[in-house]
C-alpha cells in the first residue's frame, strides 16, 4: 500500500510500515480512511488470511490544501518512494517493467 501518512515526522519523510507496526502505532481512530484499512487488516488477521502487508507512506506537507500536484517537499520525495515500492514488489517474488507513458 502506498499512501501519505500524518506522523509528525518532517514533510517529504518515507516510511515502511507493517501491519504490526500499523497496530502497534495507531492507538486513536483519527480518520474514516484509517479506521476502514486497519478494521480491513483486523478482520482479515481473525479469519486466518492477513497477507504480509507493507505500507509506504509519505509524510505529507499540508493535508488541507487539496489539489491534484504535490507539494514541492513530496515531489522530491517521490522517487525514494517509487524505488521502495518496486524493491517491496521484487522482494514478494513480483516483477515490473518500465514504461514510458506519452
Known sequence: VADCGCDGKKP?????LTAKDLNDRVAAKNSMHQVSF???????????????????????ENLSAWGMS??????VARPKMVRMI???????????AKTIHP
Open 70 to 75: 504535490l507539494s514541492p517537499c513530496v515531489e
Open 38 to 60: 486497519l478494521e480491513t487488516l483486523s478482520y482479515a488477521a481473525m479469519l486466518g488470511i492477513l497477507p504480509e502487508t507493507v505500507l509506504i507512506c509519505c509524510e505529507p
Open 86 to 96: 518496486l524493491n517491496e514488489i521484487k522482494l514478494a517474488g513480483g516483477e515490473f
Open 12 to 16: 517529504g519523510t518515507i516510511t515502511r
